[in-house]
Nanobody, 115 residues
Framework: QGQLVESGGGLVQAGGSLRLSCAASGIFFGIGTMGWYRQAPGKQRELVAQITGGGDTKYADSVKGRFTISRDNAKRTLYLQMNSLKPEDTAVYYC?????????WGQGTQVTVSS
């Protein structure tokens, strides 16, 4: 059974930075498409960024130029570097692994950006 565990969330002032991590176990991490999603109160969960096994990346327009997704296959860890944070980035951030038809989600980590 695969497991994803996020960490690194917290409270930060607008303009600040945070780095989220997602540690994977029980999945073929190196070949999966990994992604960060977020869900704000009263809103649908949305894609923030994703990275394929080959290293191709995709970002939501709202975070382009501010967020960077990366992966360390040796450590089986996914990262999201978030810079120039805005209050509208406040949400629960989830890690997602997609390998074949199997999708695994983490439990989420709260990011709160104060103005």
């Amino acid at each position: 059974q695969g497991q994803l565990v996020e960490s690194g969330g917290g409270l930060v002032q607008a303009g600040g930075s945070l780095r989220l991590s997602c540690a994977a176990s029980g999945i073929f991490f190196g070949i999966g498409t990994m992604g960060w999603y977020r869900q704000a109160p009263g809103k649908q969960r949305e894609l923030v960024a994703q990275i394929t096994g080959g290293g191709d990346t995709k970002y939501a327009d709202s975070v382009k130029g501010r967020f960077t997704i990366s992966r360390d296959n040796a450590k089986r860890t996914l990262y999201l570097q978030m810079n120039s944070l805005k209050p509208e980035d406040t949400a629960v951030y989830y890690c997602r692994a997609s390998i074949g038809i199997r999708v695994t989600w983490g439990q989420g980590t709260q990011v709160t950006v104060s103005s």
